[in-house]
């Protein structure tokens, strides 16, 4: 070994000095590169990872976007896939070494079971759910487009809009479009002042549809004058089908024109201006998932509903044969609610006109909740002509606009709310009959024969009431459990009104029955007819007694519990009318008896009904549906 070292070295001082400087100069280069390598692995490293942390906040700022910005496909739904205009070489590699590795490690995961996810309680499921929106008071038309110009200066602020309005072509609105297209230049000038220079769209267009028996695109597309609105709205044929296809309407305008969300990334408002609560509430819950998952919000201008009652009463006027009709025309009005909370009991003793034209404070309940869900406003621009009631305590007393299926749900684990329901339902099945007052009595025969046949509605009145009674009963237990003040009033106020008109027809009946059996003289000579009237003091028997106070114990409670409201004015009614009877005696000319069997007996009322009759002016041959 020492031998070969040794001749290295020979070999060594015999190579020219050249050579000798390169070895050397190939050693230290050898040193300083094994150096440079051991000094940059960090920095490689450092390097790196700020690519790494680079990309991965390029991908957070991504999913930080909102949902309808990252649409780039003509798919009719909100998604987070890319546009097809980024699509890669089929060639050329599309995932990078960093993302592989990412999704490498993210498959290592362990991700819990299905079995361990908590589902939510039942106490859950029928919490008060917020819904966006409300219903607003302005005061009829002019108040209702003050309002609207706020909510589209609003919408213009945030992004430019499409504004769809909508008009019911029913002949009942026609005053109303008319209002609304002679506030149209103010409304669009006040605008105005927020419109953006610079070319491309302008920030607010506008389209006008009207809806009826069918739906019609009055502007093929939308336009940016106001005289071409304002020409859209009184070229509307009216619609004279009675039908009003509302929620068809807003499906088919929502589609046709969704590519202002998905494409030019536009706000959409539709504005439907209606008084009457739609013919296909069925399509509800399918508009409601459509508008909502788009972003396009509804808006109403529309009527209150009359208190818990499906129809209400519009005053029409028209022509016919050169001769001018005016009548209170019925039309599908309300109810504000889902369910019917309201008895269809009749109240005995005069005229109760305005008890059936009384505000509800809110819109019909399809039309109020899909503005609610959708972002929107419903806004009454009418009451009617009934009594009407303080918003801030009708706020207290707001319809429950949760979907159908909490309602359901709701309902189900309450007696006294299914027995409210019900029992409304009953009534509006059944005709209540009212009873005969007055009675002939020339002689005991007549007297007999006339309170034989008045009390032959009364059984049939009396069997529904105690139906109903019956159905009340069994929510009592669950009364003390339900918290909404609708619910409670809705459910005295049944409870009491049943009872009491129960004690009238139980009393009625007895007081025929006595009179029957017994027929009372005359005090007076030449009175030839009984009355009954009501009385304050209960003389029948214990079961009517108790009837009675039960009766004014419930209604009581309406009274003082829910004061302000329509169910205090009903409940206050019907304690006004006595819940006893006491005859009265009195004389009328009537015609003479016959002899004649063949011959039927004119009774009073069939002459007065003929009387009335013949003083009426003619009747129109056809009446229009609105």
């Known amino acids: 070994m020492i031998g070969r070292t040794t001749q290295y070295m020979d070999q060594l001082r015999d190579a020219p000095a050249w050579a000798i400087s390169l070895a050397v100069h190939a050693v230290i280069l050898m040193l300083m590169a094994s150096i440079t390598y051991v000094v940059q692995g960090p920095e490689n490293d450092l390097l790196l990872s700020s690519t790494i942390d680079q990309e991965l906040d390029e991908k957070q700022l991504l999913f930080d976007a909102t949902v309808s910005d990252q649409v780039g496909t003509n798919a009719n739904f909100d998604t987070l896939s890319a546009s097809l205009s980024v699509t890669q070489d089929p060639t050329i590699e599309t995932q990078d070494p960093v993302d592989e590795k990412l999704q490498e490690e993210l498959l290592d995961v ?31 038309v002019q108040g209702s487009m003050d309002r609207l110009t706020f909510e589209i200066a609003s919408s213009l602020s945030d992004k430019p809009t499409l504004v769809v309005w909508m008009f019911d072509a029913s002949n009942s609105l026609n005053e109303r479009r008319e209002a609304i297209a002679q506030r149209f230049e103010t409304v669009y000038k006040q605008l105005g002042m927020l419109e953006r220079e610079g070319k491309g769209r302008p920030p607010l267009e506008t389209a006008v549809v009207s809806f009826g028996e069918k739906t019609k695109f009055i502007t093929e597309k939308p336009v940016q004058d106001v005289k071409d609105l304002v020409k859209a709205v009184r070229e509307i044929q009216p619609d004279e089908s009675g039908l009003e296809y509302t929620f068809d309407a807003v499906d088919q305008v929502s589609k046709r024109w969704q590519n202002y969300r998905t494409k030019l990334r536009r706000n959409v408002m539709l504005i439907l201006v209606t008084d009457e609560r739609g013919d296909d509430p ?32 519009i005053p029409y006027t028209w022509e016919e044969d050169g001769k001018s009709f005016t009548m209170d025309l019925p039309a599908d009005m309300g109810p504000e609610t889902f369910y019917p909370e309201r008895l269809q009991l009749a109240f005995w003793g005069g005229q109760n006109r305005q008890l059936d034209r009384m505000s509800a404070s809110y819109g019909p309940y399809a039309l109020t909740r899909l503005c609610a869900e959708t972002g929107g406003l419903y806004l009454v621009s009418e009451e009617g002509d009934g009594p009407r009631f303080d918003h801030s305590v009708m706020r207290n007393y707001a319809p429950d606009y ?12 309450n007696q006294a709310k299914q027995a409210v329901i019900m029992a409304a339902q009953l009534s509006r099945v059944n005709t209540i009959p009212l009873p005969t007052l007055v009675f002939r009595a020339d002689t005991d025969a007549v007297l007999r024969q006339e309170l034989t046949e008045a009390q032959k509605p009364l059984a049939v009145l009396d069997y529904q009431l105690v139906e109903m009674m019956s159905i009340l009963e069994k929510g009592i237990k669950d ?56 009385s304050n ?22 009274i003082n519990e829910h004061p302000g409201t329509p169910w ?20 009328r000319d009537v015609p003479p008896l016959s002899n004649d069997p063949n011959q039927p007996m004119l009774l009073l009322a069939e002459e007065e009904r003929r009387r009335q009759m013949a003083n009426q002016p003619p009747a129109p041959k056809k009446i229009p549906k609105l």
């Open 282 to 313: 069925e399509k509800l819950e399918q508009v409601i998932a459509f508008n909502k998952r788009f972003g396009i919000r509804v808006f109403c201008v529309g009527n209150s509903s009359p208190f818990g009652l499906e129809k209400g009463l």
């Open 537 to 558: 003091q209960v003389s029948s028997g214990a079961t009517v007694r108790k009837l009675a106070a039960q009766a004014d114990e419930y209604l009581t409670r309406v």
């Open 110 to 140: 362990n991700v819990p079971t299905s079995e361990m996810v908590a589902k939510p309680s039942d106490s859950e499921l029928v919490e008060t759910v917020e819904v966006a929106g409300q219903t607003e008071h302005t005061g009829g």
């Open 402 to 413: 949760r979907p159908i299926r909490l309602l359901d749900l709701d309902v189900k684990q």
């Open 568 to 587: 205090e004015m009903l409940a206050d009614r019907e304690r006004q009318q006595p819940l006893g009877w006491e005859w009265q005696e009195f004389q």
């Open 479 to 534: 009364r003390e459990k339900v918290g909404e003040p609708r619910w409670r009033a809705s459910y005295d106020l049944s409870v009491g009104r049943v009872l009491a008109m129960r004690a009238r027809s139980l009393g009625y009946n007895e007081m025929a029955a006595e009179m029957k059996s017994s027929p009372k003289p005359f005090t007076q000579k030449g009175n030839n007819h009984w009355r009954l009237v009501p």
